[in-house]
C-alpha cells in the first residue's frame, strides 16, 4: 500500500529537522551556522530528489516508480498511482472501441463514419465491398469523391437527409443501393449502405406481373360481356335465366372495371417521371368533375361545388382527374343519400388544396393509415355492394406522389370524412 498524502506529516517532519538542527546547534553554540548548513543540506536532497523523478519520468523505462523517501515518497507513489489510473482507463477505452468496432463488423449494411465535412474517418468491411472503399488508404477522403455521382453530391450538399438516397450503379449489374446518413456526435455522420437489387427486382417482377395478367384478362372479359349481351337479348322474356345472366353480367363488369383499374395503376406507378411542364385546365377539371358527380348523385344528395377558376397548376390532367373522381365517387357512394358533399379547390398558404367533404359514414381511426394500400377496404361487401375496386385510394395517392403531394384522410365515424390534397406552390400557374 503507498503512502497517501498527509500535510500534517510533511509539516512536522519539517518541523523535527530544524529542531534537530537548533539542538545540535545548542549544543556546540553554533545554531546560525548548523541551522544554515541543514536547511543548505535539505535543499540539495530536494535537488536530488527531484532529479531522480525527472529522470524517471522522461529517461526510465520501468513502470514502477524509483523508491523515494521522505516527502518524495508520496509524490513518487501518487505519480505510479495516476498513471495506473490512465493506464486502465486507456485499455478500457481501447476494448470498448474494439467492441464497438467488432458490432459495426457484424452490421449486415456498410457503414461509414464521416467528420462535419463529410471525410471518411473509419469504414467496415462491407462498405469496402459495396461501396469500393479501400481502407486505410481511404482515411480522410472526402466520400462524394468516392462515390462518384451527381445526384449523391447534390444530396450530401443538401444536408436533408429524411429520405434515403438510391444509387444505381450502371458498372455492377445495375446494383441498387440504398444510402441513409444520421448525424450524430458533435456533426459526425453516420452512412450506412444497404443492397436493395434483390428487393427492387421483386417489385418490377410483381409490377409486370400485375400488369401482364390484367392486360391479358382485359380481352376475354371483353368476349365474354359481348357474348351475355347478345344471350340476353336472345332470351325469352320471363324466363328464368335472365336473372342469372343479369348477375353474370354485373360481376363481369365489376371484373373488368377492376382489371382497368389495376392497369392504371400499373402505368402510373411505372412513369417514373411524369411530365410536371403541362398546364392543367383546374376549371374545366372541375366541370367535367361536376357532371360525374351529379350523374353519380342521381339528385339524391345536397351536392356543393367551390372552386377559384383562376387557379390553374402543373401537371398530368389524366391522373389528376383519376386522384379527383376517385374522391369524389368514394364520397359519394359511402354516403347515405339525402347526405352532403361538398367539393373545393381553392388557394391555402401551403399551395393550391382540393377537397372532399362528405356526412357520410366515416372511417375509425385504425383504418385511416391503411386506406392508400391496394384492395384495404374497411368494409368489403359495403364496396362490393357500391361497385368499388378496392384499388381507387392506391390510384390517387400514387397519382398525388407525382405532384409531391400527399393524400390528407380525417375522418369521424358516424359523422363523415373530409380528403384533401395541397398541390406545392411552386406547380401553380402564376401567369
Ligand atoms: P373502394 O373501391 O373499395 O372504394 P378505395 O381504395 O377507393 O376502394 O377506398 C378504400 C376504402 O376506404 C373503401 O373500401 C372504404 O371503406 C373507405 N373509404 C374511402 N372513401 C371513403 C369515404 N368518403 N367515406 C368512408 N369510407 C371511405
Same mark, same amino acid.
Given at each position: 500500500m503507498f503512502d497517501s498524502y498527509s500535510g500534517y506529516r510533511l509539516l512536522s517532519r519539517l518541523v523535527i529537522f530544524l529542531l534537530l538542527c537548533f539542538a545540535v546547534g545548542l549544543l556546540i553554540n553554533q545554531v546560525l551556522w548548523v541551522m544554515l548548513i541543514g536547511t543548505i543540506g535539505l535543499l540539495v536532497w530536494h535537488y536530488k530528489q527531484l532529479s531522480r523523478l525527472n529522470y524517471w519520468l522522461w529517461? #526510465?523505462?520501468?513502470?514502477t516508480p524509483p523508491?523515494?523517501?521522505?516527502?518524495w515518497e508520496g509524490v513518487f507513489n501518487g505519480i505510479y498511482r495516476l498513471q495506473g489510473k490512465n493506464r486502465k482507463r486507456v485499455s478500457q477505452l481501447a476494448y470498448l472501441l474494439a467492441r464497438f468496432r467488432q458490432g459495426a463488423e457484424a452490421l449486415p449494411d456498410a457503414a461509414v463514419v464521416l467528420d462535419s465535412e463529410n471525410n471518411i474517418l473509419w469504414c467496415n468491411k462491407l462498405a469496402q465491398l459495396l461501396l469500393g472503399l479501400v481502407w486505410p488508404q481511404d482515411n480522410g477522403q472526402r466520400i462524394d469523391n468516392l462515390i462518384r455521382h451527381p445526384d449523391f453530391s447534390i444530396y450530401l450538399k443538401q444536408a436533408d437527409f429524411s429520405d434515403p438516397f438510391e444509387l444505381t450503379d450502371?458498372?455492377? #449489374?445495375?446494383r441498387v443501393l440504398e444510402i441513409r446518413i444520421m448525424g450524430y456526435g458533435s456533426g459526425q455522420l453516420l452512412l450506412i449502405a444497404r443492397d436493395i437489387t434483390r428487393i427492387r427486382q421483386l417489385e418490377g417482377m410483381r409490377k409486370e406481373f400485375v400488369a401482364n395478367v390484367s392486360h391479358e384478362l382485359k380481352t376475354p372479359l371483353t368476349v365474354l360481356q359481348g357474348y351475355l349481351e347478345m344471350m340476353q337479348g336472345m332470351a325469352e322474356p320471363g324466363s328464368p335465366s335472365i336473372k342469372a345472366m343479369e348477375q353474370m353480367q354485373q360481376q363481369t363488369h365489376r371484373m373488368r372495371s377492376m382489371v382497368e383499374q389495376l392497369l392504371v395503376l400499373s402505368r402510373i406507378e411505372d412513369a417514373?417521371?411524369?411530365?410536371?411542364?403541362a398546364k392543367v385546365n383546374m376549371a374545366l377539371l372541375m366541370d367535367t368533375l361536376k357532371e360525374e358527380a351529379q350523374a353519380l348523385a342521381a339528385n339524391k344528395y345536397q351536392l356543393c361545388f367551390e372552386s377559384d377558376a383562376d387557379l390553374n397548376i402543373y401537371g398530368n390532367e389524366m391522373l389528376l382527374r383519376s386522384a379527383c373522381s376517385n374522391l369524389v365517387s368514394n364520397a359519394i357512394r359511402y354516403t347515405e343519400p339525402g347526405g352532403k358533399v361538398s367539393i373545393a379547390w381553392k388557394r391555402v398558404p401551403m399551395g393550391a388544396q382540393f377537397s372532399v367533404t362528405d356526412t357520410g359514414e366515416g372511417i375509425a381511426p385504425q383504418h385511416l393509415t391503411r386506406l392508400?394500400?391496394?384492395?384495404?377496404?374497411?368494409?368489403s361487401a359495403r364496396s362490393r355492394q357500391s361497385g368499388?375496386?378496392?384499388l381507387g385510394l392506391a390510384i390517387t395517392k400514387h397519382a398525388l406522389s407525382h405532384h409531391q403531394s400527399d393524400l390528407n384522410i380525417e375522418s369521424q365515424l358516424g359523422k363523415g370524412s373530409c380528403f384533401s390534397f395541397i398541390i406545392p406552390i411552386h406547380l401553380i400557374d402564376m401567369d
Open positions: 529517461r #526510465d523505462k520501468r513502470l523508491n523515494g523517501s521522505g516527502s450502371t458498372q455492377n #449489374d445495375a417514373s417521371a411524369v411530365n410536371l411542364e392508400t394500400e391496394r384492395f384495404y377496404r374497411v368494409d368499388g375496386t378496392g
